[in-house]
DNA sequence: AGGATTTGACCCTA
DNA sequence: TAGGGTCAAATCCT
């Protein structure tokens, strides 16, 4: 590895740090200010508006440096293809699609976050599925998710589904999820029409891998019918769903933001 | 017909 | 070299 090339590499590593402290610190100040604000007016709505442009703002600045530094590895990537691949004309695409999207090997992409759920494809974000694989040593198949945004506006967002193993045969399912890359993708607004009433509590997150300190948290959460299983699940509102402030910020959500459903079903 | 899913092959990373 | 993430053709579904 190049000096020049390292040192890249290290600056863009600590202009993502700096990033995340600066989220970590408007989530703070959000605390600070929000509760001093009258909730139902004009001003705190916009107050709240400000921070979700910011963290969305930097989200995406995230993600740009995170393909910057796999720039090198994906031009290495195009040249095995020209050389190796079926055809000239197979490279050619593979090179201007690139061009757009960026690296598509996921072990560049940062880990987000992870969790334990029975339901783990009601997260707030549309997926589509890319593939499944047989995971040595693994009693259950893996299934690779990424945004249904990833075509449309870009986003890299993608995550996993692995049914974790029981132990007692018990009735439940749980899975875990992994979640890779921030979201760059805009929602589109819609309440999702599952979700029928909201309860409080008993939400189907099992456990977490970091401990919850999102500050984004009311206590809703959604009861939702699934069409394939005709399962009720209780879906927790989506700042339930985070481990830490930086899945908040990939995943885009503040207490303002109802959680949209996936309508994805188990595979 | 077109979108979603499955599945075997490819190939990157450790 | 094995494991695992992604691609893309085949197949399924609506």
Redesign the pocket.
Known sequence: MGILESSTHSSSQVAINEIERQRALMIDLHDLVLPKLDPCSGQAKLVQQLFQDIFNSSSKVISFLELGD?SE?QA??IE??RT???NNM?SH??EE?TKE?G???????KHIGSVVTEAPHFDGYQ???????W????KHS???Y?C?SSKGQGCLA?K?VQQKETNGGGTVRLFNV?Y??QHVCKKDGIIHPYVAKTARHSAPIVNHNQSSISTFVNNDVHRIQDESYENLFTVPDMSEYLIDIEMAGALEITSMNLPLIS???W?
């Open positions: 796999n590895k290495n990537r095995y293809k190796h691949g079926k197979e695409v593979l699609e999207v690296n598509k090997r996921r072990k560049n992409v997926w589509k599925k890319y593939g499944q694989k995971i040595s040593k693994a893996r299934s690779y990424r249904a993608t996993t992994d890779y890359g309508e994805d079903i595979a």
